[in-house]
């Protein structure tokens, strides 16, 4: 089983609709948790962290569920420009400064 | 804005060159990461170093090397490049305290093409 699992979509979603995915993650001590955005042959960049009792940043809401370990990203009022491949990160197992990356979602938001 | 810069942006190259690819960031972050990305496919770390002279491989089997004399730099050298490194070479850093604080910031990427 990977560390982390991402369904790597695309999710095709209208413009102005909200879209929600999950990601889950197997180690159970992990603590560091963060969503990046990656657009196509760009580099990651930060769009969250996830901390215990939920976050939200605008339009984005980031949730934690630690019991079924699990992340979670929504996105509301979606905009052409939230297009791009969502990352999940967790912290790794074996060393809390290393970090185990998701294969990523694709979200397309389409007018 | 982060402040982690890498250099060059592209290299295209033939078999058997050494080549460099630096990496400097102004953060004076402790922690600094090599990954490697082909087109669609997720990240794998090749180099981590937790600071000054400490240097570990990381999951992917790499013929590249690192060094780390100062905080701010981290190049990564192949002696002899090959197709086969053909990717999109990633270096981030982060400051390395546990928690939510723990972010890594990268920089823009070295799309290396090995001919």
């Known amino acids: 089983r990977k560390e982390v699992e991402q369904d790597p979509g695309p999710f095709n979603v209208p413009e102005g609709a909200t879209v929600a995915f999950n990601c889950t993650y197997s180690n159970s001590a992990s603590q560091s948790f963060f969503w990046y955005r990656q657009d196509c042959r760009k580099e990651p960049k930060l769009l969250m962290s996830v901390y215990s009792s939920g976050n939200e940043d605008g339009r984005f809401t980031a949730q934690l569920n630690r019991a079924s370990q699990y992340i979670s990203l929504l996105i509301r009022d979606s905009k052409l420009s939230d297009s791009a491949t969502y990352l999940c990160?967790?912290?790794?197992?074996?060393?809390?400064?290393?970090?185990?990356f998701g294969a990523g979602t694709q979200v397309v938001v389409t007018p | 804005e982060a402040d982690i810069y890498q250099t060059p942006r592209y290299l295209v190259i033939g078999t058997g060159k050494k080549i460099t690819l630096e990496c400097s960031q102004t953060m004076g972050h402790d922690k600094m990461y090599w990954y490697q990305q082909d087109p669609g496919m997720e990240l794998h770390l090749i180099h981590y170093?937790?600071?000054?002279?400490?240097?570990e491989k990381g999951d992917l089997s790499s013929e590249s090397t690192v060094s780390r004399i100062r905080t701010e730099h981290f190049p990564l050298t192949l002696e002899s490049a090959r197709p086969s490194h053909t990717s999109q070479y990633l270096c981030?850093?982060?400051?390395?305290?546990?928690?939510?604080?723990?972010?890594?910031?990268f920089g823009p990427g070295t799309r290396l093409t090995v001919l």
């Open positions: 990160v967790v912290n790794r197992a074996d060393s809390w400064g290393k970090f185990q």
């Open positions: 981030a850093s982060s400051r390395g305290t546990s928690g939510s604080y723990n972010e890594q910031f």
């Open positions: 170093s937790y600071g000054v002279n400490s240097t």
